[in-house]
């Protein structure tokens, strides 16, 4: 699995380059994760569009990454495939987060026009 | 062995004939990398099948939490242990048995779904855990746990139609 970055004004957008994000690989994911958010700073995007699967501990992983912003900076998601969407649902956590449904629908929520 | 394995990939006892005609038995190491590849091979078949997509998210994400939770405490995550999986459609039901030798369930019985009131929890008090059980008790139509001599045996039913 891989994580990309890319910073659109003041957000920046992480696309999780894997199929799944499940028991086998939640840790690394946390790791990564890690790694990444500590080279930016404000409002993070976590692109889950290629994500076809999540386990609870694919969602362990995602609200550790949710805490490790910290209280004052959000994490949001953007592009649930129906699995993911559904554990989600089951486990309330769509309470939690924000859910964009495309990553430009979460880039103009933060008052960024998509590309042309 | 043939027989055997011929046999257990029959109808359950109590179960309606099979209709659809699909039934799998695999033995799998109980490691997670061994139960993301199973899942991810298991699905392909049932895809073939024509099933309802959203009856396969929920039979993935059951199986998921049922054979992660044998790799991770009947088997404390030791990369060793063996499980077996019967899988079978009958009808608008999926039907799974899973086995493994690994140490029994906590107190003999099936965990309860734990919840959690969500919006009451600071962010850095939020769960990261303690959501499979809950997920399997809401996706299934029956649930059932018996320790036979050194094996646990887990039987739960996924209704396909709901």
Not at chain 1, 31 to 39: P, S
Not at chain 2, 27 to 50: C, F, K, P, Y
Not at chain 2, 65 to 77: G, P
Not at chain 2, 79 to 88: Q, R
Request: proline fraction near 5%.
């Amino acid at each position: 699995m891989d994580i990309t970055c890319e910073t659109q004004g003041p957000v920046c957008i992480m696309r999780v380059i894997s199929d799944r994000i499940d028991a086998a690989i939640a840790i690394q994911f946390k790791d990564l994760f890690r790694d990444m958010v500590a080279c930016v700073t404000g409002p993070v995007v976590l692109d889950l569009g290629q994500v076809t699967f999540l386990d609870s501990s694919g969602l362990g992983a995602v609200v550790a990454a949710r805490k490790l912003l910290g209280a004052d900076r959000t994490l949001e998601l953007a592009g649930l495939n129906p699995a993911v969407e559904k554990v989600m649902q089951l486990t309330r956590m769509n309470t939690v987060f924000l859910i964009h449904p495309d990553r430009d629908a979460a880039l103009a929520a933060h008052g960024v026009a998509p590309a042309a | 062995m043939t027989n055997l394995a011929v046999a257990s990939c029959g109808s359950p006892a109590g179960a309606p004939p099979l209709v659809i005609g699909w039934c799998h038995r695999m033995e799998i190491t109980a490691t997670r990398d061994q139960v993301s590849r199973a899942l991810t091979r298991l699905n392909q078949q049932l895809i073939g099948l024509g099933l309802d997509p959203d009856a396969l998210i929920r039979m993935e994400l059951v199986l998921a939490e049922a054979l992660n939770n044998i790799v991770e405490h009947a088997y404390c995550d030791a990369g060793h242990g063996n499980i077996a999986l019967e899988a079978s459609v009958h009808s608008n039901t999926f039907w799974c048995h899973l086995t493994d030798s690994g140490r029994p369930m906590p107190g003999g019985k099936l965990p309860p779904a734990r919840r959690y009131d969500l919006g009451a929890l600071d962010v850095q008090d939020l769960p990261e855990g303690g959501f499979g059980w809950g997920l399997i008790h809401d996706l299934t139509s029956s649930l059932t746990y018996d320790r036979s001599g050194a094996q646990n045996r887990l039987a739960l039913t996924i209704d396909l139609d709901c």
